[in-house]
């Protein structure tokens, strides 16, 4: 959420009570076109200009606009922005553009004013970027992903402009920082966690290193929710991001599709399938900016909306009274875009979930497919469209793009199933992100059926031509096991097989269920020879026919259970209907091949890849951690490292240094000073910079563990109350423990542990016995402008999922590209983090991901016997120390050898004890502040492979067949 405005002082700011034009902008403007004002560069010399055309991002036609004959080549080249001319643009959007009254000029409309300024610099490039896409027609990808988690954008375009300083001077000259400028931007609500991190991670470097991309996305009104700690614990209320608008993005009128839902599907006399009626709607487009570093490419975010036209306002029901009536296609029609993952507990909201899934691959695939044909000209070929077009499916909620381009190239372009598989296998492919069984969705059958029958008969062809794959692999010879495999690998489960698969096992049983003769005896004279008999006849009593029957204990085969639901499995269609799978760590991408899709990696070997996570260092170094970067630039003697992070490994040779050392711990200092005011702002909780800085910040999940992390802070709390105050220093290292994340609002148990949390604080950080020995701080409403700051003040940062359960994480390798020292098990990138900065700077805990099935195995079958420490805890909770609330549920979910919700799924009370003895080691560590200063550098030296550059290169070259496309 953006800061509380400040206002400036009349006296500092030369334009605080300026109304006149003359005297905001300055007397001497040259200006032709109020259009052109910042390509002009707010002009203080007379210069010649000339008529040149300049294109849209997309379709628009060529407007005709007056520059001056350098306009273009200057508004490319960050040289020629002084900072009047920046101070000049800045003033002419406060006056010319505006969203606030004209009487002062104060920090929020010093925000938009700025923005829209740094906007004119990035639309230039912008639209050569795409210009020069249109005229190469090289091939693109194409990112479609329901969360983009940007973050603030100001900051981050002049950085990656390397404009920093000219705005800073500019800003100053008109009365204001830089800083307290940037904290007027609201975090972009478009995401909620590592997906959408990722997803804007991948636009920075895709951007960054000039390869020709675009992102797609849904632009949420409210975003996920804003979250506030009250006594009761999360509350959700709407985001606020758009109230005062985004100067960030552009409407594009003219860029819309229809998208429908609902109807049916009708046969034509033409012999195609036409799908009518039903419920239509308009996804229009907003174009968000993403400007690379250090280069002239800047790519695009478009953002679907949704609408209908006016002329279905129901304005006969309004005049009559029925209000409700009158609006209600409009309202239905815009709330796909009111929230991101709205609650689908009822009918309503899943179909809300379904209907933004399909708007997002629709309207996307539709403009894509748009851009393609106009690139092509009169001469389109399909067949050349997966070498002009990359579809990257991040995670299952784009899976609706295999049945929707399959729909549109067949019952629009009139391709052949054929022609049109073949196009769509190519060009599709697919991020899995997750092991659990709950998150690789499943739709109803029913309710895609009635929302989108079109697409459900186009499922129920992909289903049967993979039956047809997997009958041909596996044969007829063992029944029982290709009805294991059939089941366990339809898109379609639990509904009744096609009745040609269905005779195809009755003929193979009755194959196998034919007579054979059984010859009981012959008499000794008799003999056969060459398999003849050679003498005598056998008698009909030495014969006898034998059926072969089967056991009536066999399963009975392609039945399906009448008390299951009818689903549709995402993950398997995106298997399918895509060239490549991958998973996105080590240790996730052979879980993905061994178990989560072992069936079709034996298939299909060829489709599995893994591709290591990765975040940019622009934003998660350079621009949020600048004392640590000239830091780094300063010891390796370059800032090179930013666009090649294999240049930190350089550090390593410094890690003994006594002045780097020193140095390496001022900049962690004063982080931990803003983090103080930040703890203050946020919570009213004082605490000491000088205590260590132990953070998990990520969303709330039973198995991402908040609920261990929280339980070892108890423990500590308890055996400090149980010691003298001496025992305690001696002891113990002060620690402030902080949490940040939010919990899905109806996923009940997360909820409770937000709960558990802050009463914890609450009596921790009360309590003058433990005074700044130990504080605990939940920071509300976490988003990544919070992580920006929390990220570079941290020491330890704690990444403690059960093993096996992490897909890969992406902030584990945020906390260690800033110098923060892990404490975690081997899951996710967590693994290859400890690789790389070596197993002696990571704090290890915890069971292995291979011994995690057995280990609920000894659970179920009651063997399990918990530790006299974790038993010891859960009571002392129970006591009420901690105030009223009745924490049995959350208890008990720790309990138990078997039901839903207990038997400690995500072993918390397994590795507790390993976790609390590990913690002791860190305090260990933590004493020795040269052991520790030189165990978080080479955490930083070690990052280099988690940079999402690396990531976005291996994706380029190993899925979607790209390469870079330099602007000349």
């Known amino acids: 959420m953006a800061s509380t405005p400040v206002p400036s002082t009349t006296s500092t700011s030369p334009i605080a009570n300026l109304t006149s034009i003359t005297r905001l902008t300055g007397s001497r403007l040259n200006l032709t076109a109020s259009s052109n004002l910042f390509l002009n560069k707010i002009g203080r010399s007379r210069r010649s200009y000339k008529r040149i ?53 104060e920090l929020p409309k010093a925000y938009f004013a700025t923005a829209k300024s740094v906007r004119d610099a990035l639309i230039i490039n912008w639209n050569a970027t795409y210009d020069y896409y249109d005229k190469t027609n090289m091939k693109q990808a194409y990112y479609l992903s329901m969360e983009f988690l940007q973050g603030r954008a100001l900051l981050n375009a002049i950085g990656n402009l390397e404009l920093t300083g000219q705005y800073a001077e500019a800003l100053m000259e008109l009365g204001h920082n830089l800083e307290n400028v940037a904290r007027q931007e609201s975090d972009a609500a478009l995401g909620n966690g590592g997906l959408g991190r990722l997803a804007s991670c991948f636009l920075d470097s895709l951007a960054t290193l000039n390869y020709p991309a675009w992102g797609y996305g849904l632009r949420y009104r409210y975003g996920l929710f804003q979250q506030n700690i009250t006594k009761d614990g999360q509350e959700e209320v709407a985001e606020s991001w758009l109230e005062m608008g985004n100067p960030w993005e552009i409407v594009r009128h003219d860029v819309s599709y229809p998208v429908k839902f609902y109807g049916k599907v009708v046969l034509g006399s033409d012999g195609k399938k036409h799908w009518i009626g ?43 009274g029925q209000h409700s009536k009158a609006s209600e296609a409009h309202v239905n029609a815009e709330k796909i875009c009111y929230i991101l993952y709205p609650g689908d507990d009822s009918l309503e909201g899943k179909t809300l979930r379904l209907k933004q899934q399909y708007t997002l691959c629709s309207a996307s695939l539709q403009d894509i497919i748009a851009r393609f044909e106009r690139r092509s000209g009169n001469l389109v070929s399909w067949e050349e469209f997966p070498s002009k077009v990359a579809v990257q499916m991040n995670d299952t909620h784009p899976t609706l793009c295999i049945p929707e381009l399959m729909r549109i190239l067949i019952d629009v372009k009139g391709l052949s199933w054929k022609e049109a598989w073949n196009i769509t296998q190519r060009t599709v492919a697919y991020t899995n992100h997750t092991v659990l069984p709950e998150a690789l969705e499943k739709w109803s059958l029913d309710l895609m059926h009635k929302l989108l029958p079109r697409h459900v008969e186009i499922i129920e062809m992909i289903d049967e031509e993979l039956m047809d794959n997997i009958i041909s692999e596996y044969g007829t010879e063992d029944l029982v096991l290709l009805d294991q495999k059939l089941r366990e690998m339809k898109i379609l489960d639990n509904i009744e097989f096609p ?22 005896s012959l008499d000794p004279s008799e003999g056969v020879v060459d398999g003849e008999i ?26 399906s259970d009448p008390n299951l ?20 760590a080590e240790i996730h991408s052979e879980i993905v091949k061994e178990d989560v899709f072992n069936n079709f990696y034996k298939l299909w070997p060829q489709k599995f890849q893994n591709k290591t996570n990765g975040v ?27 666009l090649n992070t294999d240049k930190l490994a350089e550090l390593k040779k410094f890690a003994d240094n006594k002045d780097l050392q020193e140095e390496w711990r001022a900049a962690k200092t004063r982080n931990k000073m803003k983090v103080v005011s930040l703890i203050k702002e946020k919570t009213g909780y004082i605490v000491s910079p000088d205590a ?26 308890k055996k400090m109350k149980e010691m003298t105050a001496e025992e305690r220093a001696i002891s113990y290292v002060p620690r402030v423990c902080i949490f940040g994340g939010k919990a899905f609002a109806t996923y009940v148990q997360a909820k409770r542990i937000v709960k558990f949390i802050t009463d914890v604080g609450a009596t921790i950080n009360h309590d003058p016995e433990i005074g700044d020995l130990l504080k605990v701080v939940f920071v509300p409403d976490y988003n990544v402008s919070i992580a920006e700051m929390l990220i570079p003040a941290s020491e330890l940062s704690q990444h403690i999922s059960t093993a096996g359960m992490e897909a890969s994480g992406t902030s584990n390798m945020k906390f260690a590209m800033n110098g923060c020292v892990l404490i975690g098990t081997l899951d996710g990138a967590n693994v290859e983090i400890r690789e790389e900065v070596g197993e002696e700077n990571f704090f290890l805990f915890g069971a292995c991901a291979h011994e995690i099935t057995g280990l609920r195995k000894e659970r179920a079958e009651g063997k399990f016997v918990p530790d006299r420490r974790f038993e010891e805890i859960k009571q002392y909770v129970r006591s009420g120390v901690f105030g009223t609330y009745n924490y049995d549920e959350l208890m008990g979910s720790l309990e138990g050898n078997e039901g839903f919700g207990r038997a400690d799924y995500f072993l918390v009370g397994k590795d507790f004890p390993s976790y609390i003895e590990c913690q002791e080691e860190v305090d260990k560590a933590y004493r020795n502040q040269k052991l520790w200063t030189r165990m978080s550098i080479l955490n930083t030296a070690g990052s280099s492979k988690f940079s999402s550059d690396r990531t976005i290169h291996e994706y380029a070259k190993d899925i979607w067949n790209i390469e870079p496309l330099v602007l000349p």
């Open 565 to 584: 639901p009818k689903v549709v499995r995402m993950a398997n269609l995106c298997v399918v209907g895509g060239h490549a799978v991958n998973g996105v």
């Open 499 to 520: 009745e040609r698969v269905v005779q195809l096992f009755k003929d193979a049983s009755t194959a196998k269920s034919k007579p054979k003769l059984l010859i009981k």
């Open 534 to 559: 050679i003498s005598g006849e056998i008698e009909s009593d030495k014969v006898e026919q034998e059926e072969e029957k089967l056991d009536p204990g066999e399963p009975t085969f392609l039945q």
């Open 692 to 717: 260590m800085f132990d953070v998990q910040i990520k969303r709330i999940h039973e198995y991402k563990r908040q609920l261990l992390n929280i339980l070892g802070i108890v423990y500590r709390y």
């Open 278 to 320: 039903g419920e239509n709607i308009k996804a229009v487009a907003y174009d968000v900016p993403i400007p690379g570093y250090k280069t002239k490419t800047t790519i695009n975010l478009r953002l679907w909306s949704t609408k209908i036209p006016s002329k279905d306002f129901d304005l006969q029901a309004f005049n009559a």
């Open 53 to 105: 055309s300049i294109k849209s991002v997309i379709r628009d036609p060529e407007v005709k606009v007056s520059v001056p004959d350098d306009g273009v080549k200057n508004a490319l080249d960050s040289s020629t922005h002084d900072s009047s001319t920046i101070a000049s643009s800045i003033k002419y959007h406060a006056e010319f553009t505006p969203s606030f009254s004209p009487e002062r000029f």
């Open 616 to 642: 940019t260092p622009r934003r998660w170094i350079r621009f949020c951690n600048p004392d640590l970067s000239k830091i780094i630039t300063k010891w390796i003697g370059t800032e090179d490292w930013v």
